[in-house]
Structures are given as structure tokens and as C-alpha cells.
């Protein structure tokens, strides 16, 4: 079975403070995907990887970067938490019949 | 520009009805679509998929209907089980092989199947 893991289920920060949000999967998936998920707006790309040390912006990229330097760790960053960060993020790995397998999510808030 | 629509947010089917969920699509380059399951607190699972050359695809009591000309697709589940509440997710992508493709995912719809 694939499994894809974050490193926290549930998160609290504060306004201006660095977040990173830590994804691992272990099926040598090459594609990883974040995306972030809000009432009414559905699951929103921000970020996606198909290669160690490549990424490219998803739909909503402002006030977000990634990190690729391990085939099976992508990272999401916040560089300075806002409130409007507040949001459910999943990631996810995708296998070579592009179905996409999801990790528990991470709740954050940002206060 | 929301390019995958799930237009009702929220569904309430009795067991053992059929439940129907619907998908509309703007971008005539998808060709290969998705349905996704999200119960709270869990990351979404996938449920079944269609290629733009089929317009249908059945998997035991879940079927997908694709209407390319009408850019529709919609989600049958017969019979209905109060297991099937959650979130459904649709979602589009264009080209079924080839790194990095991204899929889109509609808003989502909330099925609540009661006793």
C-alpha cells in the first residue's frame, strides 16, 4: 500500500512566524503534489514537484515555497504566517497511472 | 476561473437509493477525470476514473458517466450506504501520462446518506 505521511496532524502558529509543513512518501512516486483545502473552494494546487530539486507553481503560490532535496520529502514553507494561511494542507504522490494518493492532511491555524 | 464546478455543495440520499453527484468541466483539453472520497480529518481517496474514450466506467456499486459534449460527468452510487457520507471530490487532468500533470479538483460535494 502507498503511504503518504505529514509530519503533523494539527498545527498552531503565529502571524510572522516560519512554518514548515513536512510530506514523505514510499513508493519512489516521482510527482508530489500541495494543495490546500478550504470550505466552498475545494482542494487548491500550490505547489507541485515531478523531480528531486524541481517544482512548479500550482494555481496559488503567493506566500509559499517548496522543497525537493529527497525523491520520497516534499516541504512546504510558509515564510510568514498570515492568518489567511489558516487552512487544511494535504499532500499528495502520484503513481505512473496518475492517480494521485493523499496523506492525512495537517490542520493549521495561524493566529 | 473555476474550471471544474461540483454546483451542489450538498446531497441527502436515503439507503438504498441511488445517489447521483455532478461535475461540470470548462477546459475541453481534460481527458481524463477523477472522483475522490474525504471523510473529516482523513486526506482524500481515490474512488474511480474515466478516460475521455469511455463514457462510462462501473467499479461495484459506483459508476462514472463522461458526456464529452456536454463537458459533464457524474458519479452513480447504487444502492446507497450511510458508509458513502463524505465529501466528494471531481477532478480533471489534461493528458493521462507525462510527468508533473496537475489535476483540478471541483469544490466538492457532501453526500449525507441517512437511515
Known amino acids: 500500500d502507498v503511504k503518504v505521511t505529514q509530519s503533523s496532524r494539527y498545527l498552531v502558529k503565529r502571524t510572522g512566524e516560519k512554518v514548515f509543513l513536512e510530506c514523505v512518501q514510499d513508493?519512489?512516486?516521482?510527482?508530489m503534489f500541495w494543495y490546500r483545502q478550504d470550505p466552498g473552494l475545494g482542494l487548491r494546487l500550490i505547489y507541485f514537484?515531478?523531480?528531486?530539486?524541481?517544482?512548479e507553481k500550482g494555481d496559488i503560490p503567493e506566500g509559499y515555497s517548496v522543497s525537493r532535496e529527497k525523491k520520497e520529502r516534499f516541504s512546504l514553507i510558509l515564510e510568514s504566517a498570515s492568518t489567511n494561511q489558516t487552512s487544511m494542507y494535504l499532500c499528495a504522490s502520484r503513481d505512473p497511472s496518475n492517480e494521485q494518493f493523499f496523506g492525512p492532511g495537517t490542520r493549521l491555524t495561524v493566529l | 476561473d473555476q474550471q471544474v464546478k461540483q454546483n451542489s455543495p450538498s446531497l441527502s440520499v436515503q439507503e438504498g437509493r441511488i445517489s447521483i453527484l455532478n461535475c461540470d468541466y470548462t477546459n475541453s483539453m481534460f481527458d481524463y477525470f477523477l472522483w475522490y472520497k474525504k471523510y473529516p480529518a482523513e486526506g482524500p481517496t481515490f474512488l474511480i476514473s474515466i478516460s475521455s474514450i469511455k463514457d462510462k466506467n462501473e467499479d461495484g456499486r459506483f459508476t462514472v458517466f463522461l458526456n464529452k459534449s456536454a463537458k459533464h460527468l457524474s458519479l452513480h452510487i447504487v444502492p446507497s450506504q450511510p458508509g458513502d457520507s463524505a465529501v466528494y471530490f471531481c477532478?480533471?487532468?489534461?493528458?493521462?501520462?507525462?510527468?508533473?500533470?496537475?489535476?483540478?479538483f471541483g469544490t466538492g460535494t457532501q453526500l449525507k446518506v441517512e437511515l
Open positions: 513508493m519512489d512516486h516521482e510527482n
Open positions: 514537484s515531478y523531480d528531486v530539486k524541481m517544482k
Open positions: 477532478a480533471a487532468s489534461a493528458g493521462v501520462t507525462g510527468g508533473g500533470n496537475k489535476l483540478t
